[in-house]
């Protein structure tokens, strides 16, 4: 079915937070008609305002909606809005195709696919890396896993929301591409926060090594994007500690299933649980920097604030 003066699939949205909101303000803009859901119901006043139908439960979107989206924050959250009373799966009918792009656990993504399934409707796992910048300006890159069909029907919205869209395999693949994507935002992450706290050790102007190591076989995404923020002490979220430690406990427990050995990401794990303790959940994930500092007894920090690129923003 499509929305007669659109001619486009109606799309629904679950979970209005950092993420969620600015997605589905793209979807409007991109001439999807959108009817939207959140459990704290001020935060979704804003779409109201920008045209967005706003109504009272998970399975309502599902009844005015063709595909619904949901953004939230883990595997039982997903089930609750999916499969919980009043969820996705209470409003299903023919055709609706609901798409998960929070970051959960790839066998919870399977299992919901099966339920699914059983409950007469279609399921995607598309996470998402780009973070709060990337849903902003629509250049999130988007991982899928599951049927070809279902991922060519939901291609226009993807397209509306991001600009890498990757099909990687069947149900689950979206959610264990975007867990290898978080080892390597979280080591990455740890190596530039290592790198400056010992540059800062050493006496050495941190703003020009900052400028030179991102020239050479030392740069990274973090390096260019992170790099400037924790030298200037912008812990602002973005990409929050809480959601980056909670997508490395979904690693560790993946690996735990299979046997891997992660040493780096079990580190990793260890020192944001410590950042936690000390109070930084709600922080930029790039506040790890703070962890090492105080590891260290060294301060890493520039006097004048550097100018933060629009691609600054703390992500995942
Ligand atoms: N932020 C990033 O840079 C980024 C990047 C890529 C991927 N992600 C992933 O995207 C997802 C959302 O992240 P975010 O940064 O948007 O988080 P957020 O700002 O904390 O928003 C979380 C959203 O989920 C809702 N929610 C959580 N648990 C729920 C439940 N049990 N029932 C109903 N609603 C529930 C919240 O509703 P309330 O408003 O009622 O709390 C809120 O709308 C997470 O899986 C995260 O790992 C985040």
């Not at 924050?73 to 929070?102: C, N, Q, R, Y």
């Not at 973070?131 to 988007?142: F, T, Y």
């Amino acid at each position: 079915m499509t929305d007669v003066a659109t001619g486009r699939p109606r799309v629904g949205f679950c979970g209005l937070g950092i993420m969620g909101l600015p997605m589905a303000r793209n979807a409007l803009r991109g001439g999807f008609s959108v009817t939207a859901w959140n459990r704290t119901a001020d935060r979704a006043e804003p779409l109201r305002a920008e045209g967005a139908a706003i109504v009272q439960t998970p399975a309502d979107v599902a009844r005015s909606s063709d595909i619904v989206v949901t953004m939230v924050t883990s595997s039982p959250d997903v089930e609750a809005v999916t499969f919980g009373p009043d969820g996705i799966a209470d409003g299903a009918h023919d055709g609706l195709l609901a798409i998960d792009m929070s970051t959960i656990a790839p066998a919870a993504s399977r299992d919901f696919a099966e339920r699914a399934a059983d409950r007469g409707f279609a399921t995607l796992d598309a996470p998402v890396s780009g973070g709060e910048i990337g849903a902003i300006e629509a250049r999130l890159a988007i991982m899928i896993g599951g049927d070809a069909g279902d991922v060519n029907r939901a291609m226009p919205l993807f397209e509306a929301l991001g600009k890498t869209i990757v099909h990687v395999g069947g149900h689950g693949a979206g959610q264990a591409c975007k867990l290898a994507n978080q080892i390597a935002v979280a080591l990455n992450n740890l190596g530039v926060a290592e790198a400056l706290v010992f540059a800062a050790a050493q006496g050495i102007d941190l703003e020009k090594a900052r400028q030179v190591i991102a020239g050479g076989a030392g740069s990274s995404w973090a390096m260019h994007n992170y790099a400037p923020k924790m030298l200037a002490g912008d812990f602002a979220p973005g990409f929050m500690v809480d959601l980056q430690q909670k997508d490395l406990r979904l690693v560790l427990d993946a690996a735990f299933s299979d046997r891997l050995s992660l040493p780096g990401t079990g580190l990793a794990h260890a020192l944001y649980t410590a950042l936690q303790h000390d109070g930084g959940g709600r922080e930029g994930n790039l506040a790890l920097i703070k962890v090492i500092e105080r590891l260290s007894g060294v301060e890493a920090r520039v006097e004048t604030l550097v100018e933060p690129t629009p691609q600054s923003a703390d992500a995942d």
